[in-house]
């Protein structure tokens, strides 16, 4: 079993940064690809980045590439998130998942319960 917890959102004026956290309670952190999922309101969970088990090879939404940074350090559990630029519409809850490297939630076996992001324009 894994347990995910998100930190570090709130509210952000557009053009500026957040960095989202993720801690994972697990000794088999690092065989676990992870991935970043954000949920507004009234449209489905969407797939925002996923980074491999190892952290080097890491894959983006399109709307986000060259504005967000996912990361990870094996060494102390945690995954991360690092937001800039941020605009009206990347308001959502964000979580992070643990699971297989891929954009589909499905293939992600274990969520945190979510930090909300509200980006003011």
């Known amino acids: 079993q894994v347990q995910l917890v998100e930190s570090g959102g709130g509210l952000v004026q557009a053009g500026g940064s957040l960095r989202l956290s993720c801690a994972a309670s697990?000794?088999?952190?690092?065989?676990?690809?992870m991935g970043w999922f954000r949920q507004a309101p009234g449209k489905e969970r969407e797939f925002v980045a996923a980074?491999?088990?190892?952290?080097?090879?890491?894959d983006y939404v399109d709307s986000v590439k060259g504005r967000f940074t996912a990361s990870r350090d094996n060494a102390k559990n945690m995954l991360y998130l690092q937001m800039s630029s941020l605009k009206a519409e990347d308001t959502a809850v964000y979580y992070c998942?643990?699971?297989?490297?891929?954009?589909?939630?499905?293939?992600?076996?274990?969520w945190g319960q979510g930090t909300q992001v509200t980006v003011s324009s």
């Open positions: 998942a643990a699971g297989v490297y891929a954009r589909r939630a499905s293939e992600y076996m274990y």
């Open positions: 697990t000794r088999t952190f690092s065989s676990y690809a």
């Open positions: 980074t491999t088990q190892s952290g080097y090879v890491t």
